[in-house]
């Protein structure tokens, strides 16, 4: 793969990713809930799943999504819910949760986060659907195709993570220069966006243009 295409490649998915997803708000909120720590476990679980999709979009699992309309109803209507039930716990958290230090953070909690982050990305089909259709036109044929799927995967994993960490970072600047009743609304705010993307990802159309 030649540098060009590489940061062409670049260049396009971190334009689709910063935009905020169901990722890059529980980047925000966890940031802004529990710290940087357990973001952080957020966050590698957000990039395993992009490496899992993208895996699975080189074994050709994309293009059988894309082909099999009960599969695509199941997967669609699963990462709905789920997004629906994250929507609901952000909405009821208590406000002393958000005002709690750094420290406090617990091992569990990052657990949480990670294994959240992950399910929210796998059962995201549009996710599955994106790097289907956009990153087969980077991979050259006369090239070896699973070393080129590789980089890819290695490539939007750690543009992922940087977005993520800006949205992270974001939050916990936002917890300590706010009030504890505004980082209420904030959660709330984040919880009703989560809710509109499960709306979103219960109407979603495979012929629809797929973005994460």
């Known amino acids: 793969m030649d540098l060009a295409t590489l940061f062409l490649y670049i260049v396009t998915v971190s334009a689709v990713m910063i935009t905020p997803g169901p990722s890059m708000l529980l980047a925000l909120n966890n940031g802004a809930s529990h710290g940087l720590r357990v973001a952080g476990w957020g966050i590698a679980g957000a990039a395993l799943s992009d490496l899992l999709l993208i895996g699975a979009v080189g074994c050709g699992l994309g293009a059988l999504l894309q082909a099999s309309e009960p599969l695509f109803v199941v997967v669609k209507s699963c990462g709905a819910v789920y997004l629906l039930y994250l929507a609901w716990c952000l909405w009821r958290a208590p406000t002393q949760a958000l005002a709690r230090s750094l420290n406090a ?3 569990s909690s990052g657990r949480s986060a990670f294994r959240r982050a992950l399910l929210v ?6 996710g599955l659907l994106f790097f289907s259709a956009f990153v087969p036109q980077f991979v050259r044929p006369q090239q070896p195709v699973a070393e080129q799927y590789l980089i890819l995967a290695l490539v939007s994993a750690l543009v992922d993570c940087v ?9 916990r600047r936002a917890m300590a220069t ?12 984040c919880a009703g966006l989560l809710a509109l993307l499960a709306v979103g990802v219960g109407l979603y159309r495979r012929s629809d243009n797929p973005a994460l």
């Open 178 to 189: 706010f009030s504890a009743r505004v980082m209420g609304w904030i959660n709330r705010s």
């Open 163 to 171: 977005m993520m960490s800006l949205y992270a970072v974001g939050g």
């Open 105 to 107: 953070a617990s091992g």
């Open 121 to 126: 990305g796998l059962s995201n089909p549009k």
